[in-house]
């Protein structure tokens, strides 16, 4: 299983880019990398995913270098609703069924202050 | 589209007690997953299921049952209810193959409570 090591918690001002790092040492040459993000009592929701390099979409962008090994997802401009809980995760070929598992740490909470 | 919707949003068993929590997603999506999450903790995979009539075990899935016998409902299922399984239910849906594998679209959860 791919593990991923992300920080527990951060903080940020309003309006300032966020950067939340993963790392992912053994990921597997067919593994995408997934970002998701959670709100208190909601599930969770996909914002950005990336094989490498650059990925950008109207919510973040996600910076993945050669060796895949970590990745960056940045928040541009965060504002006080960006609170929640982001989880990196990378994607498991379960051999057995050829199910996409997906492997949920305990994210990052990030905590945007006014 | 509704997307993945789950009921009950809110239940209280008590222990020893069964229940069924239930799962439908109208996206079409062949692969659907039942996920719990405690307190502080991230998601834990309990069952999956790669289409109609094929489940498999996840990481936890001592305590619980499955079926699909249509591609839209994934219910599960608490035949004997223990404290331990206190927990925030998450059914989630997926496309098959390839990158939209891993984009999962998961339902607003059941909190259960068994006291």
């Known amino acids: 299983l791919a593990k991923t090591t992300q920080p527990i918690s951060m903080d940020s001002y309003e309006g300032q880019e966020v950067n939340i790092t993963c790392s992912h040492n053994?990921?597997?040459?067919?593994?995408?990398i997934t970002w998701y993000q959670q709100f208190p009592s909601q599930g969770p929701r996909f914002i950005i995913q990336g094989y490498k390099t650059k990925v950008t979409n109207e919510v973040a962008s996600l910076f993945i270098p050669a060796d895949r090994k970590s990745s960056t997802l940045s928040l541009p401009r965060v504002s006080l609703s960006d609170t929640a809980v982001y989880y990196c995760l990378v994607g498991d070929r379960y051999s057995g069924a050829g199910s996409y598992q997906l492997t949920f740490g305990k994210g990052t909470k990030l905590s945007v202050i006014p | 589209n509704a997307g993945v919707t789950q009921t009950p949003k809110f239940r209280i068993l008590k222990i020893g007690q069964s229940m069924t929590l239930q799962c439908t997603q109208d996206m079409n999506h062949n692969y659907m997953y039942w996920y719990r999450q405690d307190p502080g903790m991230g998601l834990k995979l309990i069952y999956y299921?790669?289409?109609?009539?094929?489940?498999d075990k996840g990481e936890v899935p001592n305590g619980y049952n499955v079926s699909r016998s249509t591609t839209e409902d994934f219910p599960l299922r608490l035949e004997l209810a223990a404290p331990s399984q206190t927990s925030v239910y998450f059914c989630?849906?997926?496309?098959?193959?390839?990158?939209?594998?891993?984009?999962?679209?998961f339902g607003p959860g059941t909190r259960l409570t068994v006291t």
């Open positions: 989630a849906s997926s496309f098959y193959g390839g990158r939209r594998a891993y984009e999962q679209y």
């Open positions: 053994n990921i597997a040459t067919n593994d995408y």
């Open positions: 299921s790669v289409g109609a009539g094929i489940t």
